[in-house]
């Protein structure tokens, strides 16, 4: 959550002038002056919009609160498929969903706003659990269209796996789960995926039909990934893998921005933010931890991503999961989620060929060769031929994390007295 009078971009568009807003998922703002800093607020969560939501303030909905309850109701309780997940599939009207529901209320946004500078936040909450999705889409991945990843046996058996990942797979990991199941959550993700890929489009095509296509910017992206089937698990968890940290960014502004190009180097989500304002033309804040990305602006492609995570709480192992009742599943994982979201400070770098994850309390480290193995299937943090490589990802993450510290305890001289 944002602290209280964090510096932070609504704040400065605020002030600059833009019409604000937030439609979807708020798991950011809870200050009352935070609030204050948005023109608009339509707030929906996974399971319909929070009886202790704020708002709606600006707009208000443009479907009725009583369907957009019902189409939210299987989520309410989803059935149970097997103790590691569940997934359904539905058919109300597609508008009352929450990517439906977000996509139409931003379309009324540009329709009634569009004319001003606004700064508006679009915060769709799926694909995420519960595992739920309209019948229209669930019917293009049927088990002969879902390709399930590979999964090596042993994985997390055989002494290579750290035990922060070994009490993962004990609470989602899919070993007795029906072949069909499987493949049917993960369908269901995709989906999902669908969805919001048609929603996007919608918000797209409410741009170009309003001519302010060629004056928008727009980002997308996501928080995070999902299992999906990788490592035999499902929905995420404190770990590091690419399904879960490398996710979608798509910066597009034509005319401005190149158009049609990918760019392979490495960025950090925190880079957004510095991006925007480098495009935007306004001034950079020291605060800010990130750095405007390449090919959009003039910045150098970076050599390697970071992500960390943890709050510096104890450890949650393997004998404090057995303190649980089991068998470990679901409810496990929502019964240790606050202590597993606390605990530890790990890090991780992630080059092209190489991604290094150092655990202070844990029992091993993590290096995996991405080239050899690109579905991070073997832990190979303790084979002798990788000692040169692991040195050098030790001392890029440390220079990293001491670049990121919080701010200075002394504070520094004025620069006029340097020399």
């Known amino acids: 959550m944002m602290p209280a009078g964090a510096d932070h971009a609504f704040r400065h568009w605020k002030q600059e002038g833009y019409r604000t807003g937030l439609i979807g998922k708020n798991h950011c703002f809870v200050d009352p002056a935070d609030h204050d800093l948005f023109d608009v607020w339509c707030e929906i969560s ?40 569940s997934y359904a599939v539905s058919d109300y009207p597609l508008e009352d969903y929450s990517t439906g529901l977000v996509s139409g209320q931003t379309v009324r946004f540009l329709e009634e706003h569009g004319e001003d500078p606004f700064a508006l936040w679009v915060s769709i909450p799926d694909p995420h659990t519960p595992f739920e999705a309209p019948k229209q889409y669930t019917d293009m991945y049927g088990e002969d269209v879902v390709e399930m990843p590979p999964f090596r046996q042993g994985e997390f058996t055989d002494g290579t796996a750290p035990e922060r990942n070994r009490v993962l797979y004990e609470m989602i990991g899919m070993t007795d789960d ?28 409410a741009l170009d039909r309003l ?105 949650f192992g393997l004998n404090e999961l057995y303190q649980l009742p089991g068998p470990y599943g679901r409810p496990a994982m929502g019964k240790s989620l606050q202590w597993r979201e606390a605990e ?32 991070e299937l073997t832990n190979v943090v303790a084979e002798e031929p990788h000692a040169g490589v692991l040195a050098a990802l030790k ?23 340097y020399w």
Not at 297 to 311: C, M
Not at 348 to 355: D, F, L, Q
Not at 401 to 415: Q, Y
Request: net charge negative; proline share 7%.
């Open 211 to 315: 001519n302010l296509r060629e004056n928008t910017i727009v980002v997308f992206c996501a928080d995070h990934g999902d299992f999906s089937g990788e490592h035999n698990m499902i929905a995420k968890g404190g770990a590091f893998y690419d399904c879960l940290t490398r996710v979608p960014l798509i910066v597009s502004w034509p005319g401005h921005a190149p158009e049609g190009v990918t760019d392979e180097s490495l960025a950090n989500l925190i880079d957004i933010v510095p991006t925007l304002f480098e495009l935007q033309g306004l001034d950079q804040e020291k605060s800010f931890e990130g750095a405007p990305l390449p090919t959009v602006t003039d910045a150098r492609p970076r050599e390697a991503a970071f992500s960390e995570y943890g709050a510096g709480g104890p450890a």
């Open 46 to 85: 996974h399971n319909g919009i929070p009886k202790d939501a704020f708002g709606p303030k600006g707009m208000d909905w443009f479907r009725p609160a009583d369907a957009i309850h019902a189409a939210h109701s299987v989520r309410r309780q989803m059935p149970t498929v097997s103790r590691h997940f």
């Open 178 to 205: 029906d072949e069909k199941d499987k493949s049917g959550v993960v369908g269901v993700y995709h989906a999902m995926v669908r969805f919001i890929d048609d929603g996007v489009g919608q918000i797209l095509d």
């Open 395 to 417: 001392v890029r993450l440390a220079d990293w994390s001491i670049g990121t510290e919080d701010g200075k305890v002394v504070p520094l001289p004025d620069e006029k007295h």
């Open 344 to 375: 530890g400070r790990r890090k991780m770098v992630r080059t092209p060929e190489w991604k290094y994850v150092h655990d202070p309390m844990g029992d091993l480290d993590e290096l995996y060769d991405l080239v050899n193995d690109p579905w």
